[in-house]
């Protein structure tokens, strides 16, 4: 088994473990991180191609076995690293960007290596949720995060409806080409002066960080957008003691555009605003009245 030196001591008869990797600066690394890839047994790498380009930024070289493991063979992996793990080996698990198993692979195998109990321990380094939190200007004292949200748009409203009322800061990830789409979605749903923050490319060259309602964000990211991307959103603020009926009326429909029938969006919405739902559903024949016809 592999023995691997740290600035504060060394980790002995750990199998598995976890390093965070740099999401955009190699200087990033930590010194625990180089060493680690200087003596592992296994490295198992989303991407074999950048893990050696990250060794050759870092003027490290690598002894073990480098093997991919990616979404697409977790299952076929899994068995060869657990052999690896029983028979006393050091696998060095990491991916392309941030820490594993955080909406990136690793997640199987640390639950296969707990299960058997081999021991499982963490490199902590960078991670784009925690650096996006820190630099949004967004509350941060409670926060959850949420990975990506759905590629259609019906699913992913349907689920922006469910954090609608979610009162801590949200950190999400998007693919970039998505990232116009899924801003118009979220202004829609959560409501065009819901503060928010695109991270992207973060700690990159072209790093850019740019704050605004959702409904400015939607506007400025309306384009061709590149890079990696982290949206951090403030959570809903307080339920208001009494909601007006076109806003209750609003919610009942934003709830209705992703699918859900009409029933279960009232009881939802009084729900959420401590609201009876008598008074919801009157506010939403009201505003039925008064609409203009099609």
Sequence with gaps: MAVIPGAYGTILG????????????????????????????????EDT????????????????????????????????????LRAGQTVLLVTDAGMPSVSDPGFRLVAAAALEGLPVSCLPGPSAVTTALAVSGLPSDRFCFEGFLPRKS???RAKLADLAAERRTAVLFEAPHRL????????????????????????????????????????YFSGEVRGEIT????????????ATPAELAR?????????EPRKEAIAGVARELGVAKRDVYAAVLAAKAVSPPH
């Excluded at 072209?206 to 964000?217: A, D, F, I, K, Y």
């Excluded at 603020?237 to 009494?242: G, I, L, T, Y």
């Excluded at 919610?251 to 699918?259: D, I, N, Q, S």
């Design 14 to 45: 750990v199998p598995l473990l976890l390093a965070g990797v740099p999401i955009g600066q190699p200087g990033d690394a930590s010194p625990r991180l180089r060493e680690a890839l200087a003596t592992a047994d296994v490295i198992a790498a």
């Design 49 to 84: 191609r950048r893990l050696t380009r990250l060794c050759r930024d870092l003027d490290v070289s690598y002894t073990g076995q480098l093997v991919s493991y990616f979404e697409g063979n977790e299952s076929d992996r899994e068995g060869m690293l657990l052999a690896a």
């Design 154 to 156: 019906g699913e992913r």
């Design 180 to 219: 116009a789409e899924c801003l118009v979605d979220m202004a829609d749903v959560l409501g065009p002066g819901r503060r928010a923050v695109v991270c992207r490319e973060l700690t990159k060259t072209h790093e850019e960080v740019r704050r605004g309602s959702l409904q400015e964000l939607a506007s």
């Design 231 to 242: 949206i951090v959103v403030e959570g809903a603020p307080a339920p208001a003691v009494e």
């Design 251 to 259: 919610l009942v429909a934003v709830r209705e555009g992703t699918g």
